[in-house]
């Protein structure tokens, strides 16, 4: 039994007898299912019309019997069967299903994968390139490797971990000299902010308060330094971060304390004028925030001397003294405790770095070096010694300036945690030491590339002296920690200036700006060849000091 509703829909010859059934009921008729459509017979040979399954949906309604065909397109109703018994109207759904399996995917006449002009995906031209997997891959072959290195150094060495409680017992470390020099340092630390009491309290001639700041600076540097000799080189290396800090702390108080007491006279001189004294200070000299500061304390200048202010500047994460510093609402408990769990994880994979595999490492190395010394297996050893050296110093940096600085400014509730930018994807040196340790950069800034810029220096000679100090610096913390004065890490450093110079010149020679090669050749330079060979030649020098048998 079949009644038509949309003829439109139908393929005839007959289209009056389809506008008559429109107008009919259900009336019997015979089917035939074919490979795409339906026909509808008159008789056995007079086929009165056909479906095109491909241009309709069936609603299948098995309890009443019926399946009725609806538009694709607007679902409006073409044609209703109603069937005798339920067996022809599963052979229909036979029909159906299987025309929609065949139609489900293209011949060959539709699929055509020749289109259109395209490149491979790993040409330079190509527009779409995305690596994820092979990186996945890499990911996978360094997870392998280092399980492989982890099974070698088990083998080669067994478990060192273990001894190292009996290690620090047997260095028989005397402390006496560390805390002298914390009580000398201590001494130095009263003393930088005695002498600016003088300057502000007693009017002090300014040049005199100069040469006292420079004494004391200066001592800052070495009484203590001279001290620690005899102390064992790792307690000798963190005392003289720590000292080496508050060497670049007390100058930041001088030279910013020496400009205050001067513009301090210069608003005494023009505050009686009844101008805005903004009309007497550059934004370059001092900006409005401190001038209002300075011009408040202008008639009584030593209250701008705060003890307690010069103890937060002492303890708070950054080498810049400052008149304020931005602070937040509150402590985050929660959050502390966080960075504290991960700064104690982060000194426990220190440890077992070192004494597992960078320790046993260099001592072999210096006992191979020392009976034949060759190229190759100076170059074997850099490559070994690179991985463990990589994953300490990236440790070092995430514990120290993730970790370590920002559990110092949560405590303070110091707000500018800006410690570091993103030196990872850096193209050049130039931008590694720009970024990597922001609170150095600043102070290298702020106390020695304007100062030098402002004596008429030019931006080439001024870089160069930031470098020297720089070089300097890292020279005196690695050689005075273990009583040895190599001058390579101070090389090291300082030849990275011209080096820097140059490698700028090649970029635009090259047009190298956007390429990755200078973020490639910096990761080679850093952990293959400069940390590790450093790492070599101080440590060889130490074994030789202490009379390390071969």
Same mark, same amino acid.
């Given at each position: 039994?079949i009644?038509?509703?949309?003829?439109?829909?139908?393929?005839?010859?007959?289209?009056?007898?389809?506008?008559?059934l429109?107008?009919d009921?259900?009336k019997?008729?015979?089917?035939r299912?074919?490979q795409?459509?339906?026909?509808?017979?008159? &008789?056995e040979?007079l086929?009165?019309?056909?479906?095109?399954?491909?241009?309709?949906?069936?609603i299948i309604d098995?309890?009443?019997l019926?399946?009725?065909f609806?538009?694709?397109k607007?679902?409006s109703?073409i044609i209703?069967i109603?069937?005798?018994?339920?067996k022809r109207?599963?052979?229909?759904?036979?029909n159906i299903?299987?025309?929609?399996?065949?139609?489900k995917?293209?011949?060959?006449?539709?699929?055509?994968p020749?289109r259109?002009?395209?490149t491979?995906l790993?040409?330079?031209?190509s527009?779409e390139?995305?690596?994820?997997?092979?990186?996945?891959?890499?990911?996978?072959i360094?997870i392998a &490797?280092?399980?492989r290195?982890?099974?070698?150094?088990?083998?080669?060495y067994?478990?060192?971990i273990t001894?190292?409680?009996?290690?620090?017992?047997m260095?028989h470390?005397?402390?006496?000299?560390?805390?002298?020099?914390?009580l000398?340092?201590?001494?130095?630390v009263?003393?930088?902010?005695?002498i600016?009491?003088?300057?502000?309290k007693?009017d002090i001639?300014t040049?005199?308060?100069?040469? !006292?700041?420079?004494?004391?600076i200066?001592?800052?540097?070495?009484?203590?330094?001279y001290?620690?000799?005899?102390?064992?080189?790792?307690?000798?290396? &963190?005392?003289l971060?720590?000292?080496?800090?508050?060497?670049?702390?007390?100058i930041?108080?001088?030279?910013f304390?020496? &400009?205050?007491?001067f513009?301090?006279?210069r608003?005494?001189?023009?505050?009686?004028?009844k101008?805005?004294l903004?009309? !007497?200070?550059?934004?370059?000299?001092?900006?409005?925030e401190n001038?209002?500061i300075?011009? @408040?304390?202008?008639?009584?200048?030593s =209250?701008?001397l705060?003890f @307690?202010?010069?103890?937060?500047?002492l303890a708070?994460?950054?080498?810049?003294?400052?008149?304020?510093y931005?602070?937040?609402?509150s402590i985050? @408990?929660?959050?502390l405790? @966080?960075?504290?769990i991960e700064y104690i994880f982060v000194?426990?994979?220190l440890?077992?770095?070192w004494?597992?595999y960078?320790?046993?490492?260099?001592?072999?190395?210096?006992?191979?070096l020392s009976?034949a010394?060759t190229?190759?297996?100076l170059v074997d050893?850099?490559l070994?010694?690179?991985i463990?050296?990589t994953?300490?110093?990236?440790?070092?940096?995430?514990?120290q300036?993730q970790?370590f600085?920002?559990?110092?400014?949560?405590l303070?509730?110091?707000?500018d945690r800006?410690?570091?930018?993103?030196?990872?994807?850096c193209?050049?040196?130039e931008?590694?030491?720009r970024l990597?340790?922001l609170p150095?950069h600043?102070w290298?800034?702020?106390?020695?590339?304007?100062?030098?810029?402002?004596?008429g220096?030019s931006r080439t000679t001024?870089?160069?002296?930031?470098?020297?100090v720089?070089?300097l610096g890292h020279?005196?913390?690695v050689s005075a920690s273990?009583g040895?004065?190599e001058?390579?890490?101070?090389?090291?450093?300082f030849?990275?200036?011209?080096?820097?110079?140059?490698? =700028?010149?090649l970029?635009?020679?090259?047009k190298?700006?956007d390429?990755?090669?200078?973020?490639l050749?910096?990761?080679?330079?850093?952990?293959?060849?400069?940390?590790?060979?450093?790492? !070599?030649?101080?440590?060889f020098?130490?074994?030789?000091?202490?009379?390390?048998?071969?």
């Amino acid at each position: 039994m079949i009644k038509v509703y949309n003829p439109e829909l139908l393929i005839s010859d007959a289209q009056d007898k389809l506008t008559q059934l429109v107008r009919d009921d259900f009336k019997p008729f015979i089917l035939r299912c074919e490979q795409h459509k339906l026909c509808v017979l008159e &008789n056995e040979n007079l086929i009165l019309f056909s479906l095109l399954f491909d241009k309709c949906q069936p609603i299948i309604d098995e309890a009443q019997l019926t399946i009725t065909f609806v538009s694709q397109k607007d679902e409006s109703k073409i044609i209703a069967i109603k069937f005798i018994d339920k067996k022809r109207m599963s052979y229909l759904q036979h029909n159906i299903n299987s025309r929609k399996t065949y139609t489900k995917y293209m011949g060959p006449l539709a699929y055509q994968p020749v289109r259109k002009e395209r490149t491979s995906l790993l040409s330079t031209e190509s527009p779409e390139q995305n690596f994820r997997g092979i990186l996945n891959l890499a990911i996978l072959i360094l997870i392998a &490797n280092h399980i492989r290195l982890i099974f070698e150094n088990f083998q080669k060495y067994g478990l060192l971990i273990t001894n190292v409680f009996w290690k620090f017992e047997m260095m028989h470390i005397n402390g006496n000299p560390i805390m002298q020099a914390l009580l000398m340092l201590l001494i130095n630390v009263l003393t930088g902010f005695g002498i600016q009491y003088l300057q502000f309290k007693r009017d002090i001639n300014t040049g005199i308060i100069r040469a !006292f700041n420079i004494i004391n600076i200066v001592l800052t540097i070495i009484i203590p330094c001279y001290l620690i000799q005899g102390s064992h080189p790792g307690l000798n290396l &963190n005392f003289l971060g720590v000292q080496f800090i508050v060497f670049m702390k007390l100058i930041s108080y001088a030279h910013f304390l020496r &400009n205050t007491y001067f513009y301090i006279q210069r608003i005494k001189l023009v505050k009686n004028k009844k101008v805005p004294l903004d009309n !007497f200070f550059a934004e370059y000299e001092v900006n409005n925030e401190n001038l209002k500061i300075l011009e @408040k304390y202008s008639q009584d200048q030593s =209250k701008i001397l705060d003890f @307690k202010h010069f103890l937060y500047f002492l303890a708070a994460p950054t080498l810049c003294f400052q008149l304020s510093y931005p602070r937040t609402q509150s402590i985050r @408990k929660v959050w502390l405790i @966080k960075r504290i769990i991960e700064y104690i994880f982060v000194i426990l994979f220190l440890v077992i770095i070192w004494f597992q595999y960078t320790e046993p490492l260099v001592e072999n190395t210096y006992k191979m070096l020392s009976k034949a010394p060759t190229l190759m297996i100076l170059v074997d050893r850099l490559l070994k010694l690179a991985i463990p050296n990589t994953y300490m110093w990236i440790a070092l940096f995430y514990g120290q300036f993730q970790c370590f600085l920002n559990i110092t400014a949560e405590l303070l509730r110091f707000a500018d945690r800006e410690f570091y930018k993103d030196w990872w994807n850096c193209k050049n040196l130039e931008e590694y030491w720009r970024l990597w340790n922001l609170p150095v950069h600043h102070w290298l800034v702020r106390h020695i590339y304007f100062p030098c810029l402002k004596s008429g220096m030019s931006r080439t000679t001024s870089n160069m002296l930031v470098f020297l100090v720089s070089a300097l610096g890292h020279e005196y913390i690695v050689s005075a920690s273990i009583g040895v004065i190599e001058a390579w890490a101070f090389v090291g450093m300082f030849a990275q200036a011209p080096f820097m110079l140059l490698q =700028k010149k090649l970029e635009k020679l090259l047009k190298l700006q956007d390429s990755q090669l200078g973020n490639l050749m910096f990761w080679m330079t850093f952990c293959f060849i400069g940390q590790p060979l450093m790492i !070599f030649v101080y440590y060889f020098r130490y074994l030789e000091k202490i009379g390390h048998p071969i």
